[in-house]
């Protein structure tokens, strides 16, 4: 089994236009780098470079707030604007408080302020989070994986046999109840199962686990985002290699949704 996981950033991805390749630029990235991606790479993606290639972008200015929003501004301390984005990006808003929304959001997630970032954009700006992060990851992935395969194809001077397999996680950075501090967590992903089930193992001492499940998909991200950073560091994308379980975990057909606790087994939500 393999102990060493290596974490590679790209930081020679250029900022992100509407209808920009994202695979391509992070193929174009790894090649400047000399960072070559290959077979069971998993690659983490800031979502913010997703809702700007999908031209997935709010302009506040623009926005006329309603009276609830201006109701919820007065006691979240934000700009109505903001809050009426919140509010559309929404199904539900769970609870307010100084300096804080809670919702749950139309993919299912519960988060601050429904995902909505108005870090590294223009001012007046915001990203919320992509419509179908899964559908974006499923694209990269495919993209990417049709790449690889071209360039073993290529570099053997023959067809080769095998596909090539990648995982392709879309991250953000999001709070977590009763502890203090942000970390990255996944909101999409691609060829790697999100949730690990373990139940039916043995532990240490021969006893069979009952329940255990981890979410791996959020443990790769939260890896991932000491390179990314939150402020300025430039590093939106970053290649996982090594990760020893990626045969087990391989689904071409995963979700996030394995993550998403269903609301009527979430007993912290009134």
Known sequence: MNNKLELFGLSEIPLVKKEDNIAKLIIEASTKQDIHIYDEDIILIAETLIAKSEG???DLKKIKPSE???KIAKLAKKDPKLVEAII??????IEVGPEFIISETKHGFV???????????????ATPMPKNPDKSALKIREDIEKEIYA???KSKSEKSESRSE????????????????????????SGISSLWKRAGEKDLY???????????????????SLIMGQADEGIPVVIV???SNFKKLKNPNSSIDSLIRPKEFDIFRK
Request: hydrophobic share 40%; with cysteine.
């Open 151 to 153: 360039q073993k194809t």
């Open 166 to 189: 990648i995982g392709v996680i879309i991250t953000d950075t999001q709070g977590r109840a009763f502890r203090n501090g942000a970390v990255g967590v996944a909101i999409g992903c």
């Open 56 to 58: 997935n972008i709010i």
């Open 111 to 125: 988060c601050a302020n429904a995902g909505i970032d108005e870090s590294n954009v223009e001012n007046g700006l």
């Open 206 to 224: 021969d006893r069979e686990l009952q329940t255990t499940e981890i979410a791996i998909a959020d443990e790769l991200a939260a890896a991932a």
């Open 68 to 70: 609830s929003a201006i």
């Open 241 to 243: 290699r090594g990760f």
């Open 88 to 93: 559309r990006e929404s199904n539900e808003i």
